[in-house]
């Protein structure tokens, strides 16, 4: 994947995470019964966004469309792309609908089952476990880098 195709993935990963963020601390004004799956998922969300934004960082400076970590991460279905879809999918199961009736309901009630929460946060979970190591390998790279100059 080039540098900008990998800049713009993580672009997205970073919005996707934004909209997830935003449309949790909505849910969490509206409905009381969820509040502690609804901190869950914005908690996770955020974390996420800051490992994305890191990356996003590192992709952007002068060296880093040569990383092979960063490379490796943004291949063509790879990865990042693995993390889009199941982003998007969640983000797409809490975000408001735009009719008034079927808003009314949604608003009553958490969209996300019991078992949907917690299939949500181990995928989650493995996305942020994923960019973090990515992050990790990354930093090790440029020590070594470093060191043999």
Same mark, same amino acid.
């Given at each position: ?48 966004? =800051?490992?994305? #934004? &890191?990356? @996003?960082?590192?992709? *952007? ?8 970590? !960063?490379? /490796? ?41 019991? =078992?949907?929460? #917690? &299939?949500? @946060?181990?995928?989650? *979970? ?8 990515? !992050?990790? /390998? ?12």
């Amino acid at each position: 994947m080039e540098a900008v195709g990998f800049a713009s993935s993580l672009l997205t990963l970073v919005e996707v995470s934004g909209k997830i963020v935003l449309a949790c601390y909505k849910y969490h004004q509206d409905i009381k019964s969820a509040k502690k799956d609804i901190a869950r998922i914005r908690s996770e969300a955020t974390s996420i966004r =800051s490992v994305a #934004e &890191r990356l @996003l960082e590192i992709a *952007g400076s002068r060296n880093g469309a040569t990383r092979p970590t !960063l490379r /490796a991460l943004g291949d063509s279905d790879g990865f990042l792309d693995s993390f889009l879809k199941d982003f998007k999918s969640l983000n797409l199961g809490i975000e408001p609908p735009t009719e008034k009736t079927k808003k009314l309901a949604f608003i009553l009630k958490w969209p996300l089952t019991k =078992s949907e929460t #917690e &299939r949500s @946060l181990v995928v989650m *979970g493995r996305i942020k476990a994923t960019l973090q190591l990515a !992050l990790a /390998a990354d930093t090790a790279f440029v020590d070594v880098f470093v060191l043999d100059e």
